[in-house]
């Protein structure tokens, strides 16, 4: 039963009635005093009357929603919501697929479980909390999981460790909820890929990306690519089944190299097309000069908090503008930003200054996004993160 209170000041439940699912610390008129980091509350406006339910947090965002109905978080309704986000999964082909097995199963906010991220890698999924009450209640979810995803799932991996507050605490370690597998080859498009569950970044591979290195697949027969940021060399392995003719990978991170090499290895063993390099992105570009006509910058993201957006902006121009002095002639370039307080326009303006500075005349061929199982909440525009351009430059 869920018996804690916060009350709201006047008129601060406006945000709420239109389903946004945040609510600010600054909004907080009072609140019981015996409030658990991690506790499911019930929300009231300033004339008390029930408005949402959440997960207490520490910090500017107080109150995560779960719900708009006065419901019981229980066992149920963790069932009803992963069964929801499995059904959209399987309305729009992803899921049961025989040429594909990785796919996001929740996005936060986008599936209406905000702070909560899980991704499947064949019968392995990959859970992360961004929250406390989500960290409180992973037993559950687990649990909840198992039943909706039955003999889908055998193994549940919970990988938490950098993505909780450090400062609740809570001295979390990864570790399987359920199961133990050590099969870490994930199926996507028919490639094979590694994915580094244990020590990788996220969950351990970018799903974010699948529809977009589709995309350059379809570009690059005979072309000669350049893939910087390769991480785990996603772009680099649907580059050579599309035909490149050479395909150069380059990530600062030497782990990087490493499940780079293993990925083409396992798609394309002992193919010369392909070398790869440990180096900063900036050196690399310096030393190399027009011979790449298709070109991919993936990076980081530049800017985590609204504070660094500015100096982020700069560096998505100082980036492009080396891609653009240094692909050739009647290239193609793939280019993207992940960062969620850098807007489209933001991104796109950057990349507009990079152009008009290495004076190349520029087409957009495509403006990408992140894909139909990354879903943004309508009511929550922030879910909006990765955006990409797809240049062609003369």
């Known amino acids: 039963m869920i018996s804690k209170t916060i009350q709201l000041k006047k008129g601060k439940e406006e945000s709420l009635n239109r389903f946004h699912p945040w609510i600010f610390s600054g909004a907080i008129l009072k609140k019981?005093?015996?409030?658990?980091?991690?506790?499911?509350?019930?929300?009231?406006?300033?004339?008390?009357?029930?408005?949402?339910?959440?997960?207490?947090?520490?910090?500017?965002?107080?109150?995560?929603?779960?719900?708009?109905?006065?419901?019981?978080?229980?066992?149920s309704f963790w069932v009803s919501r992963l069964q929801s986000a499995f059904d959209m999964r399987r309305a729009i082909g992803l899921a049961d697929l025989s040429n594909n097995n990785t796919f996001r199963l929740?996005?936060?906010?986008?599936?209406?479980?905000?702070?909560?991220?899980?991704?499947?890698?064949?019968?392995?999924?990959?859970?992360?909390?961004?929250?406390?009450?989500?960290?409180?209640?992973?037993?559950?979810?687990?649990?909840?999981?198992?039943?909706?995803?039955g003999n889908r799932i055998e193994s549940v991996y919970y990988k938490s460790e950098t993505t909780l507050p450090y400062k609740a605490d809570l001295g979390q370690e990864n570790e399987f909820l359920l199961g133990a597998s050590k099969d870490d080859v994930a199926l996507e498009n028919g490639l094979k890929f590694h994915v580094d569950w244990l020590k990788g970044q996220k969950t351990g591979f970018f799903i974010d990306q699948r529809e977009n290195r589709c995309?350059?697949?379809?570009?690059?027969?005979?072309?000669?690519?350049?893939?910087m940021f390769c991480y785990t060399g996603g772009f680099s392995v649907y580059a050579m089944r599309g035909g490149a003719k050479l395909v150069h990978s380059v990530d600062s991170s030497a782990k990087a190299i490493e499940l780079t090499n293993a990925n083409i290895q396992m798609n394309f063993p002992n193919d010369e097309r392909h070398a790869s390099?440990?180096?900063?992105?900036f050196k690399f570009l310096d030393s190399h000069d027009a011979q790449y006509d298709l070109m991919v910058l993936d990076p980081p993201a530049f800017a985590k908090h609204?504070?660094?957006?500015?100096?982020?902006?700069?560096?998505?121009?100082?980036?492009?503008?080396?891609?653009?002095?240094?692909?050739?002639?009647?290239?193609?370039?793939?280019?993207?930003?992940?960062?969620?307080?850098?807007?489209?326009?933001?991104?796109?303006?950057?990349?507009?200054?990079?152009?008009a500075q290495a004076g190349r005349n520029v087409r957009i061929l495509h403006q990408l996004h992140q894909p139909a199982d990354h879903p943004v909440n309508i009511y929550h525009p922030e879910g909006e993160y990765l955006k990409g351009l797809v240049l062609y430059v003369e």
Do not use: W
């Open 32 to 75: 019981d005093d015996d409030i658990e980091e991690g506790e499911v509350v019930r929300v009231y406006t300033y004339d008390k009357r029930f408005i949402a339910l959440g997960h207490y947090q520490i910090g500017s965002i107080a109150v995560r929603v779960l719900s708009f109905s006065d419901t019981e978080i229980s066992l």
């Open 106 to 149: 929740v996005h936060g906010e986008g599936d209406n479980l905000p702070g909560l991220i899980i991704d499947c890698y064949g019968t392995t999924a990959v859970m992360q909390a961004h929250s406390v009450g989500m960290h409180r209640q992973r037993q559950e979810i687990c649990e909840a999981l198992k039943q909706v995803m």
């Open 215 to 227: 995309l350059l697949e379809k570009y690059a027969q005979g072309r000669s690519v350049l893939n």
């Open 277 to 281: 390099f440990c180096d900063d992105a």
């Open 306 to 355: 609204r504070g660094a957006l500015r100096n982020a902006l700069k560096g998505y121009t100082r980036l492009n503008l080396k891609g653009f002095e240094r692909i050739k002639p009647g290239g193609i370039l793939f280019t993207f930003s992940c960062s969620q307080v850098v807007t489209k326009d933001n991104f796109r303006n950057a990349v507009f200054t990079a152009a």
